[in-house]
């Protein structure tokens, strides 16, 4: 795709691109002060789902950076919206940072949604998702994303555990994170803009960029984060533009 | 596939057929003494990786069952046999009860070894995998089955966690359990037979008859264990015979 003549609003993910860990990346605080000084209008689309969104946010500024809770999407909380307006009765294997904030789970659940556990995988709780899904409960997984980068390293991510359901129940989950199409347009329509007013900034080639581009927006590939040489390459997915990290990709925007 | 004339071996699934968890199916054992009897030679193949042969095989005898422990070959012992053969320096990634029986972790992995863990699969474990497989080790998993029979109801196999460690990492696992050909191969190698005088018996459809299949060896599919209704109407994998259970597909054989 090419980058759009007239950008009003930026789609950002967080981890890799603003911070790592705990850290903010090299020269991010400022970029994104920049990028806010030049009247454009910011989201912060995230599948993080082993911390609440007000967390993030806590964390987000104690780093430096200047941003209203409200403009951080998540993952998770697209999950409960679709758990709602839909009346399923969900089974939740979710962190338990999360499990607050998602609610109880049903007595006889009709739906198994699934979050990014991390450390609080176990093999009894997915041997429970995976005799529902046989029972033929359906699968909602709040993303696909095969690994993220973690402080230190390369860390699995809870795709594996939605291609693992998937294989074994012989299913195939719906995601309502990134890349879903409708978690985009939720975005763009929450701005008030259409999707060749908006670029998205992110690491993730097939989850951010992919996405991004199935949902008609031009994305930037950052150099930071889960970004391994090649990713630039792909036969199917062409990011918009390719900047070494977030900075250099707000430099591109608003010079 | 058919049935062949002139049968002279025949391979046996262990859990699902001869038994669910420690109870022995009904009219398993009088018929594998009818088996026997009639001067066939048997092995056992078995992908469960979570107990060594040699307890499956007091277990065995103890629900009343009559064989020796050589007649057993598992997954596990086959990994074992290609990390020997082609001297690799392997991460085992191994339920403890059969950690002893594998031999020690290499202080620098040149390959992952993947086993049922069972509830002991973490996250943590799978990480240390998932970043050896990012570095560049190749992953060789004992089995690929999606699921089982546990006595108290279907149960989620170690095929989840090897499609989940292949999604994330990129990778495509070599498995040297049940349904690869060389599995076959070495069971009909040392019971001096060729493939079209050999059957197996199995209750699963891809590893077991697919497998058998892809070996030139006709499969008996039983209604017993993981068998789901559907099984016997796959387009790809052709049972010779689909039968109600071991006592029904023993008297197919011998009358």
Known sequence: M??????????????????????????AVPALKRLRGAGLVLRFLT?????????LFTKLCRMGFELSAGEIQTAALAARTVVRERGLRPHWMVHPNIAGEMGPDAAEPDVVVLGDMGEHFSYAGLNRAFRLLMQGCPLIAMARNRYFMESDGLALDMGAFVAGLEYSAGVRAEIVGKPAPAFFAAALAELGVTADQAV?????????IGGAQAAGIAGILLRTGKFRPGDD???????????????????????
């Open 2 to 27: 090419e980058m759009p003549n007239d950008v009003k609003a930026v789609l950002i993910d967080l981890a890799g691109v603003l911070h790592t860990g705990d850290e903010a990346l090299a020269g």
């Open 47 to 55: 599948n993080t789902t082993r911390t609440p969104g007000s967390v």
């Open 200 to 208: 998205l900034i992110g690491d993730d080639l097939s989850d951010d």
């Open 233 to 255: 390459a792909s036969p199917d997915i062409r990011p918009a533009l390719t900047a070494d990290d977030f900075a250099a990709a707000v430099d591109r925007l608003v010079g």
